[in-house]
């Protein structure tokens, strides 16, 4: 089956330090691939979002992705963490089957940022 | 530009009772897509509409049913409620032209039922 899975539920990074969240799936072709932010009580932002071409993405507010076939990762980084960054995160992939019509979302990460 | 716009925010549903949800899309968008988001959960799809008819579902009983209008505004209900369908519902909205990819969807910011 399907599945994405991300192992860290809470990380903690002090503001300044860098950050990487972690992101493996399952699914028997490449994916379409993707992170979202929420904010609490708000809905989902999309940060970037990987199809194909350079595995390595740029997205949003500063933050960039590596895609890695041979380890079905797709992780998410951001050199210097500032407190705004403070939120959840989802990775999520969007399978060929039904032509990329519907989104599996990994559990979340969910990040805190100490001054 | 309003974006994708559900409603309401909140409210507060009695176990066994049935509920409403609104979306409207962005403009430009014909599809609609809705998630249930448990708490601590990352969101779950539901369903898919499109030219008003149900395109794709994902795992959720025949409790969960839809609409979607003319106007390609949707409408999420739940019958029987249970205190577990407790959860985020998100609305997702697809441009005209994508076939309903999420490649390009857009989220609305949801609207929490609380079901006691």
């Known amino acids: 089956a399907q599945s994405v899975t991300q192992p860290d539920i809470h990380i903690t990074v002090s503001e300044g330090a860098s950050l990487e969240l972690r992101c493996n799936y399952s699914?028997?072709?490449?994916?379409?691939l993707f992170w979202y932010v929420q904010s609490p009580g708000q809905g989902l932002q999309l940060l970037l979002k990987?199809?194909?071409?350079?595995?390595l993405v740029q997205g949003i507010k500063g933050f960039e992705a590596e895609f890695k076939r041979s380890q079905s990762s797709f992780n998410l980084r951001k050199p210097s963490v500032h407190w705004s960054d403070a939120a959840e995160y989802f990775c999520?992939?969007?399978?060929?089957?039904?032509?990329?019509?519907?989104?599996?979302f990994g559990a979340g990460t969910r990040l805190a940022v100490h001054p | 530009d309003a974006g994708v716009t559900q409603s309401p925010t909140h409210l507060i549903k009695t176990r066994g009772q049935q509920v409403t949800l609104r979306c409207s899309p962005k403009?430009?968008?014909?599809?609609v897509s809705w998630y249930q988001q448990a708490l601590g959960q990352g969101p779950q799809f539901i369903f898919q509409?499109?030219?008003?008819?149900?395109?794709q579902r994902g795992n959720f009983p025949d409790r969960f049913s839809g609409h979607q209008f003319p106007n390609y505004s949707s409408e999420l209900n739940v019958n029987a409620l249970l205190l577990g369908d407790s959860a985020l519902y998100l609305c997702?909205?697809?441009?005209?032209?994508?076939?309903?990819?999420?490649?390009?969807?857009?989220f609305g910011q949801g609207t929490r039922l609380t079901v006691v």
């Open positions: 997702a909205s697809s441009p005209e032209g994508t076939g309903g990819a999420v490649t390009e969807a857009f």
């Open positions: 509409y499109y030219e008003e008819e149900e395109r």
């Open positions: 990987y199809f194909s071409g350079d595995t």
């Open positions: 999520a992939v969007a399978p060929f089957s039904g032509g990329y019509n519907k989104l599996i």
């Open positions: 403009s430009g968008h014909d599809t």
């Open positions: 699914y028997g072709a490449t994916p379409y």
